[in-house]
């Protein structure tokens, strides 16, 4: 028998059935490990003990151990009863990282807190934001031969051709309250050689020399300078105008251009279409 900081230890009890290694060691601990035996006659108290779980068809092996056995046996014991019963936890999906659409699109909708700038500084944003896109046509692109995206489409498959650039700046624009009167998706022939292209034009005034946003150079000039554009016509969400005449020729473009009209019913609910 040894004994450790007072504490007398008799035995531990080994038994072949986990589930009664589990509660004789807790019982065995408590009654001997921490309680201890009574002063007198410890080892008849053992006897009558051992006896007891005689009587019970309980066959005990005696093996003896300082307190540090009896500690790890506790361990053990715990560990293969109370361990195969624990529940997995479930654990919370990792964190999704933000892909490179996302940011952009984030971007985009930052661009549009801007209401309180100037025009033409809303103007010279949204014209370079739009510009570090990759241009590209439909066929390439979309695989169709002509195709309007939405803003979001565009940023989510970071490029176009000029009409998906035109609506970005158009509908973006408008998002920073510039009013519609002074913004024209518009038509143009590259002079070179008679190419079909779009631009925006900005009107301050109904009559001005409008100002051109276009994907083809970064700068905004007024149309009197490009002279390697030839002006077709000019269209937003209230009228539709021919080069050279103030007056608009209708006032319901979505009438008379399908793919205008298939644009405004995609986002109808949102830029994002």
């Excluded at 050279?244 to 405004?264: C, F, Y």
């Amino acid at each position: 028998m040894r004994s450790m900081s007072g504490v007398d230890i008799d035995a531990v009890i080994v038994f072949k059935n986990r589930d009664m290694i589990y509660k004789c060691t807790w019982v065995y601990a408590i009654t001997v490990g921490f309680v201890g035996l009574p002063d007198k006659n410890k080892k008849d108290s053992g006897k009558k003990m051992r006896q007891n779980w005689h009587e019970k068809g309980i066959k005990p092996v005696i093996v003896q151990r300082t307190v540090s056995a009896l500690l790890l046996s506790m361990l053990m014991s715990m560990l293969l009863v109370g361990c195969g019963s624990t529940p997995d936890v479930p654990q919370p999906p990792p964190a999704k990282s933000p892909t490179a659409a996302d940011l952009r699109v984030a971007e985009w909708r930052a661009l549009m807190a801007e209401k309180e700038a100037p025009e033409p500084r809303k103007l010279a944003l949204v014209n370079d934001f739009f510009n570090r896109l990759y241009f590209e046509s439909d066929r390439l692109h979309w695989g169709q031969e002509d195709y309007w995206a939405t803003p979001e489409e565009t940023l989510r498959s970071n490029g176009g051709d000029c009409e998906d650039f035109v609506i970005g700046k158009y509908f973006t624009l408008r998002e920073l309250q510039v009013p519609d009167e002074r913004l024209r998706l518009t038509y143009v022939l590259i002079a070179e050689d008679r190419q079909p292209h779009m631009v925006l034009a900005y009107y301050p005034t109904p009559a001005a020399d409008p100002l051109v946003l276009d994907i083809l150079i970064g700068d905004i000039v007024p149309a009197s300078q490009r002279t390697d554009l030839k002006f077709v016509y000019g269209f937003n969400s209230g009228g539709l105008w021919v080069a050279g005449q103030n007056n608009a020729a209708a006032d319901d473009p979505a009438r008379h251009l399908s793919r205008w009209r298939e644009l405004l019913r995609k986002i109808e609910h949102g830029l994002g279409g």
